[in-house]
């Protein structure tokens, strides 16, 4: 057991602004970290594997979950049902793991409701509304009253955004991944952390991300008003 207790990593974004590509990065670079496979309802995608990417359930075991409080917290998303179990969580805190819990919003403030010092919380941005339409019909798995569906869900993801205290904007993969590395570095290392770490971690709050989600929500609601 680790003498270190671990962190719960929670990042969030709407659907296509890259918070799942970016989760992998940080798991691919630091052994430290590890993923929290979420249980749901939603059916397999091509290339998905069953208790890697999701514990795939069907909606009556799910149920059985909640009932016996299995979950430290569980969402709708899309008509699906997505929970973290709560032995996950408890169990990596205890033996020092810092856990990615790629989940939204609802789930990142279940979580940090829970366990409000363990929970470093991290919100993803697309650098526009056209740019997130345009990831989502590139993946080519969804219908396009599903992606209209998800682009409305959007605005109202981004709108929680002050959650969050810190905030990245997905423009360049390569710049958005030196942030989130850095605020993960800064979390685990503390004081001891890299100078570089610290710098741009500073500077990515002083640019005032909160102001570009504000935008991204207006012109969202603008336009489907």
């Known amino acids: 057991m680790s003498s270190q207790r671990g962190s719960l990593v929670i990042i969030s974004s709407p659907s296509g602004a890259g918070k799942t590509t970016l989760s992998h990065k940080l798991l691919d670079?630091?052994?430290?970290?590890?993923?929290?496979?979420?249980y749901t309802?939603?059916?397999?995608?091509?290339?998905?594997?069953?208790?890697?990417?999701y514990s795939f359930v069907s909606e009556e075991r799910f149920e059985e979950m909640v009932v016996a409080g299995e979950f430290a917290e569980w969402a709708?998303?899309?008509?699906?049902?997505?929970?973290?179990?709560?032995?996950?969580?408890?169990?990596?805190?205890?033996?020092?793991?810092?856990?990615?819990?790629?989940?939204?919003?609802?789930?990142?403030?279940?979580?940090?409701?829970?366990w409000p010092d363990d929970a470093l919380m991290i919100f993803v941005l697309p650098p526009n509304l056209e740019i997130l339409e345009q990831r989502l019909r590139r993946?080519?798995?969804?219908?396009?009253?599903?992606i209209d569906r998800r682009l409305k869900m959007a605005i109202e993801e981004i709108g929680h955004h002050d959650i969050y205290p810190h905030k990245i904007i997905n423009d360049e993969l390569e710049q958005a991944y030196s942030?989130?590395?850095?605020?993960?570095?800064?979390r685990r290392h503390k004081e001891q952390a890299p100078q570089r770490a610290r710098d741009v971690v500073a500077s990515n709050l002083a640019a005032n991300v909160g102001a570009h989600a504000v935008s991204l929500t207006t012109k969202g609601q603008e336009q489907s008003s």
């Open 29 to 38: 670079e630091f052994e430290t970290v590890k993923f929290s496979v979420s």
């Open 41 to 53: 309802t939603r059916p397999i995608r091509r290339g998905e594997v069953d208790g890697v990417d």
């Open 76 to 114: 709708i998303v899309h008509g699906n049902r997505y929970g973290t179990a709560r032995a996950v969580v408890e169990g990596a805190l205890r033996e020092g793991h810092d856990v990615v819990f790629d989940v939204d919003w609802q789930g990142g403030l279940e979580l940090s409701k829970q």
């Open 139 to 146: 993946r080519a798995t969804d219908a396009d009253d599903v």
């Open 179 to 186: 942030v989130l590395r850095a605020v993960y570095l800064c």
